[in-house]
């Protein structure tokens, strides 16, 4: 047994290579698969000094697959000098994956810099990259709230939708507004993204808003039994009254009603010494 084990410990040994011959691989092979590993295991090991190999490799390398793993690597390494080189892989590069993993990247390196090649890359013609942009620009947090309210004026649906999720991930109260006028958008699935993130934000600004949307027998019933969701998340007491009332008024509890209830109950937990003054939302 311990004669096994040391004859796959020197095996395994044999086969990790330093790190010369890594950047030697990532540069100098012929094959695909031994460069893509090379970008990969350099990505793992964090030596900084991999960064500018591997940008080279980035702007230089014909392998999509190759590229891929070195975006991938750039953001493990979290080095900003690779930042510029990330983007322009966004911007530019025609493989769908590296666009994607690029912006992977610059999610997980941050800053000011990546913010708008993010936004941008919302309207990118391949949807993965869209949802993936999204995703990163919630990573880096607040000081893309800005920018992605902007983008909820684009023309294209995707991008309004991916810009409404976003924004409610991102927790910042400035959006409230510009989500509100959002659930008045041609598409249902903006809406439905937006009440959603109204409940994410919990802000009672939202509330008038939301009890209007629940209580639009022509609205689509998602977007209602989301609007009554997010107000049992915002747990503001002036929506018992309206939620007290839809429940009441139905003969049967279909799935707007049934959220409701929920959310009435989870209100009337939440605010039960103010139940007796409670108001309904104007």
């Given at each position: 047994?311990?004669?096994?084990?040391?004859?796959?410990?020197?095996?395994?040994?044999?086969?990790?290579?330093?790190?010369?011959?890594?950047?030697?691989?990532?540069?100098?092979?012929?094959?695909?698969?031994?460069?893509?590993?090379?970008?990969?295991?350099?990505?793992?090991?964090?030596?900084?000094?991999?960064?500018?190999?591997?940008?080279?490799?980035?702007?230089?390398?014909?392998?999509?697959?190759?590229?891929?793993?070195?975006?991938?690597?750039?953001?493990?390494?979290?080095?900003?000098?690779?930042?510029?080189?990330?983007?322009?892989?966004?911007?530019?590069?025609?493989?769908?994956?590296?666009?994607?993993?690029?912006?992977?990247?610059?999610?997980?390196?941050?800053?000011?810099?990546?913010?708008?090649?993010?936004?941008?890359?919302?309207?990118?013609?391949?949807?993965?990259?869209?949802?993936?942009?999204?995703?990163?620009?919630?990573?880096?947090?607040?000081?893309?709230?800005?920018?992605?309210?902007?983008?909820?004026?684009?023309?294209?649906?995707?991008?309004?939708?991916?810009?409404?999720?976003?924004?409610?991930?991102?927790?910042?109260?400035?959006?409230?507004?510009?989500?509100?006028?959002?659930?008045?958008?041609?598409?249902?699935?903006?809406?439905?993204?937006?009440?959603?993130?109204?409940?994410?934000?919990?802000?009672?600004?939202?509330?008038?808003a939301l009890v209007a949307t629940l209580e639009d027998t022509d609205e689509n019933i998602l977007v209602r039994s989301g609007a009554a969701s997010a107000l049992g998340q915002i747990k503001d007491a002036r929506a018992l009254v309206p939620l007290r009332a839809l429940i009441m008024g139905s003969e049967v509890l279909g799935e707007v009603e049934d959220m409701a209830l929920k959310s009435y109950k989870i209100i009337m937990a939440a605010n039960w010494k103010q139940v007796p003054t409670a108001k309904a939302a104007k």
């Amino acid at each position: 047994m311990m004669a096994s084990t040391l004859t796959a410990l020197k095996s395994k040994s044999a086969n990790v290579k330093s790190f010369d011959q890594l950047v030697f691989d990532l540069e100098n092979s012929t094959s695909e698969k031994v460069r893509y590993n090379a970008a990969r295991v350099l990505g793992e090991l964090g030596d900084s000094a991999a960064v500018t190999p591997l940008i080279h490799a980035l702007k230089h390398d014909k392998n999509g697959s190759v590229r891929l793993y070195v975006a991938r690597a750039l953001g493990e390494l979290g080095d900003v000098s690779a930042t510029s080189h990330l983007i322009e892989s966004l911007r530019e590069d025609r493989n769908v994956d590296v666009r994607v993993r690029a912006a992977r990247a610059l999610g997980r390196l941050g800053g000011q810099e990546v913010v708008m090649p993010l936004v941008e890359a919302l309207s990118d013609e391949n949807p993965q990259v869209c949802v993936t942009s999204a995703d990163a620009l919630i990573e880096i947090g607040r000081i893309a709230a800005a920018p992605l309210i902007e983008s909820l004026k684009s023309e294209r649906v995707n991008v309004r939708c991916d810009a409404t999720r976003a924004l409610g991930e991102l927790g910042d109260t400035i959006a409230v507004m510009p989500l509100v006028e959002m659930l008045s958008d041609e598409w249902v699935n903006v809406r439905i993204y937006a009440v959603q993130s109204l409940g994410k934000l919990g802000c009672g600004d939202a509330v008038p808003a939301l009890v209007a949307t629940l209580e639009d027998t022509d609205e689509n019933i998602l977007v209602r039994s989301g609007a009554a969701s997010a107000l049992g998340q915002i747990k503001d007491a002036r929506a018992l009254v309206p939620l007290r009332a839809l429940i009441m008024g139905s003969e049967v509890l279909g799935e707007v009603e049934d959220m409701a209830l929920k959310s009435y109950k989870i209100i009337m937990a939440a605010n039960w010494k103010q139940v007796p003054t409670a108001k309904a939302a104007k």
